[in-house]
């Protein structure tokens, strides 16, 4: 499976963003879906994940509230709508399915190491 992430820029702090990941080469439609960030000399973070219906999905605290995952499985996509961006958002944003657990009904992984396949990244930079 190939992840193309796309949608990010440069933005000013309350904005909004809406990220896209669309994967090639074979459906990701049983995966769990992930997205991580990378801030500027930081560890990669999660950041949010959707199961493989799109009903179940995980955000991390830190994004909670202003942060939303969906997933497009017709179009065999998945989405990060970003509102309310603050500077501490800046980072690269990657995409990252999860194969081998296919048909989870849970969306709570949140550790890189669970993921399989991994997108290119996408950089995010907020501004003041």
């Known amino acids: 499976v190939q992840l193309q992430a796309s949608g990010g820029g440069l933005v000013q702090a309350g904005d909004s963003l809406r990220l896209s990941c669309v994967a090639s080469?074979?459906?990701?439609?049983?995966?769990?879906m992930g997205w991580f960030r990378q801030p500027p000399g930081k560890e990669r973070e999660f950041v949010a994940a959707?199961?493989?219906?799109?009903?179940?999905?995980y955000v991390a605290d830190s994004v909670k509230g202003r942060f939303t995952i969906s997933r497009d499985k017709g179009k065999n996509a998945m989405f990060l709508q970003m509102n309310s961006l603050k500077l501490e958002d800046t980072a690269v944003y990657y995409c990252?399915?999860?194969?081998?657990?296919?048909?989870?009904?849970?969306?709570?992984?949140?550790?890189?190491?669970?993921?399989?396949?991994w997108g290119q990244g996408t950089l995010v930079t907020v501004s003041s």
């Open positions: 990252a399915a999860r194969t081998q657990s296919p048909y989870s009904a849970s969306a709570f992984y949140r550790r890189a190491a669970e993921y399989d396949s």
């Open positions: 080469g074979r459906s990701f439609g049983s995966a769990v």
């Open positions: 959707v199961n493989w219906s799109g009903i179940t999905t």
